[in-house]
């Protein structure tokens, strides 16, 4: 997965380390540079951490929040980070007008869409996608061969989500869901 960034915010593509390189120089280290990230939770990246005895609200926690933190507190910078359901966080990163809004997003993967819209990063971390499907309505599987065999199936996803490494478009997705959770009770 990658962070991304709007293209109107940066003048090069940057690797991670050179994202907070080029944001300390032109942020205060007293400022904040928000962070977005989606609603539902994306073990083991990013997911809400078990409330505490003096907590009312989870913390983030996971592999992507650590990695985060160490950026940040290297180039001494906050970085506030919101969940937001997932179409809306890239939304609003991409009609971000600078500090003060959302600047960076986190757990996107690449896409030649997201290209246009964003800087991106280089990998941070790789995932291995899979497809969940009923048993009961198809007892035997399902019938793949290639990624276009996926196009003779119903497929419901998450709005926003990326769907290109399985070689699809949105228009080939079938039904869209707010979040993942929303999926599986579908």
Known sequence: MRFIVPILRLPVLFSALLLWTTIATNVRAEDAVK???????WPPYSYPSPIGNRETVPK???????????????VG???????????????????SSGPGEFEVVINASFSSERAKDYHI?????????????????YPAGLNLR?????KKYKICGVRGYNYQEYGLSD?????????????FRM
């Open 35 to 41: 962070v977005c990230d989606d609603i539902s939770p």
């Open 60 to 74: 983030q926690t996971g592999a992507m929040v650590g990695f985060l933190g160490d950026l940040f507190k290297e």
């Open 77 to 95: 910078l906050k970085y506030p980070l919101t969940l937001r359901p997932w179409k809306r966080c890239l939304e609003e990163v991409i009609k």
């Open 121 to 137: 990063s280089k990998p941070i971390y790789r995932t291995t996608p899979g497809i969940f499907y009923s048993v009961d309505a």
């Open 146 to 150: 290639s990624r276009s065999d996926l």
């Open 171 to 183: 228009s080939d997705i079938y039904t869209v869901a707010p979040s993942l959770k929303a999926i």
